[in-house]
């Protein structure tokens, strides 16, 4: 039990540690955020595999998990050693939040409107 919150604290100082890093190099954080979801990836698959060698020794579990863990896997260490698919991430990523707030800022302005209405209603 002291394991698993030694490992959690130390995984949210990193985290902490990360984050304002970030702030501080955002040009930085940009260029390795492909990296990076690699890194998260490799990391989520090794944890599957080891789940599902663990739940198999004690119960019945679905190959589909390990083959979901394996893909990932894969998928990881293209993302981690590939430039190319690095930088296809970080520029997707970047789309889909400028995309995001687009849509956000549309919805406010028709809440406004909306609102407003509501007001002169009254």
Request: charged residues 15%; hydrophobic residues 60%.
């Amino acid at each position: 039990m002291f394991g698993r919150k030694f490992l959690a604290m130390f995984c949210g100082i990193l985290i902490v540690i990360g984050g304002v890093i970030c702030l501080f190099r955002p040009i930085d954080t940009f260029l390795q955020t492909g990296y990076m979801i690699g890194v998260i990836m490799l990391f989520d698959a090794i944890g599957g595999i080891v789940a599902w060698v663990d739940a198999k020794k004690h119960s019945e579990i679905s190959g589909w998990y390990l083959a979901g863990a394996i893909i990932s896997l894969i998928f990881s260490i293209a993302l981690i050693f590939s430039l190319r698919m690095q930088l296809v991430t970080d520029v997707v990523i970047t789309y889909m939040i400028a995309t995001w707030v687009i849509i956000l800022g549309i919805l406010r302005v028709v809440i406004a409107f909306r609102l407003k209405g509501l007001r002169n209603k009254l």
